[in-house]
């Protein structure tokens, strides 16, 4: 495998060569496809559930801050606090942003009934196998915006987590 994270490839390319393939080849691009798109979607809910557990949190201790402190004492402390809601406000924002519901496609009954070619089994299963590297690469496109979200939410929630530990010493002392 290699290191990089993600390679997409051109699907008319693909489209082309897939054509000049033996069925043996075709079946097998067929069940690798279908392993990948679902490998996609189980990445689409692991990334959900942690921004979800993102956006939790994140809310959590923005309503800490926002109802059960008060800013006030030294310009350094109202500082402290003033940095603390931006962080972990941002850390909300990005969060809800990765969650954002949006449409994603799949093959559709159009794809799956492909008009001129439904008496072909051997040219519809080539027509399936592109559908799903079409509709795979989509959803690692969004995927990946969705984790770069959740990197960025991490970081600020971390952060905002360090400012609000740091006040809470601050005050203990």
Known sequence: MDAQYLHFINTEKAEAEIMGLDDSAVEY???FGSMMVGDAGQWTSHLDS???AIFGWSSGVLAFLVVGTKAQGSLMHVSAMIL???LTLAAVILAALGLKTDEWPSPSEEDWFREG???HPGHLRRYHVISML??????LRKN???AKLLRYAEKALVAGAIVVAAILLWRAF
């Open 117 to 119: 070619i439904l008496e």
């Open 144 to 146: 990946g915006r969705k």
């Open 50 to 52: 942690k921004l979800t």
């Open 84 to 86: 603390a809601v931006a």
């Open 29 to 31: 691009l067929y069940q």
């Open 134 to 139: 079409e509709t795979h690469q989509y959803h």
